[in-house]
């Protein structure tokens, strides 16, 4: 059964940083994606990031390229989010999720639906 547990969310100043921690098990081979996602209020699911765990490509979206870093511990299992320069409109929960398809191409990156979720942290950050 594939777990994710994600962790490191809370209340952060306007500027400030965060570092997410998801802690994934239950896969039966490294040929898999696994991304950070965030719902705000009202909003639909945004794609932040994401790992292809077969070639260590990584993706970022546009309203977090140049702030985030996506890293992750195969070793430990774990993937990580780190979000500098933290903005009120980042205020939303996290999910980590794996289990999807990644299209690339030379105008940018999506997505298939994942197939699996995390419960979510929340993540507000006040101005």
């Known amino acids: 059964e594939v777990q994710l547990v994600e962790s490191g969310g809370g209340l952060v100043q306007a500027g400030g940083s965060l570092r997410l921690s998801c802690a994934a098990s239950?896969?039966?081979?490294?040929?898999?994606?696994i991304g950070w996602f965030r719902r705000a209020p009202g909003n639909e699911p945004e794609g932040l990031s994401a790992i292809n765990k077969a070639d260590g490509s990584t993706y970022y979206a546009w309203i977090v390229k140049g702030r985030a870093t996506m890293s992750s511990d195969s070793a430990k299992n774990m993937v990580y989010l780190e979000i500098n320069s933290l903005k009120p409109e980042d205020t939303a929960v996290y999910y980590c999720?794996?289990?999807?398809?990644?299209?690339?191409?030379?105008?940018?990156?999506?997505?298939?639906?994942?197939?699996?979720w995390g419960q979510g942290t929340q993540v507000t950050v006040s101005s």
């Open positions: 999720a794996a289990d999807f398809s990644i299209y690339s191409s030379s105008y940018g990156w999506g997505y298939s639906p994942p197939r699996f």
């Open positions: 239950g896969f039966t081979s490294g040929d898999y994606a």
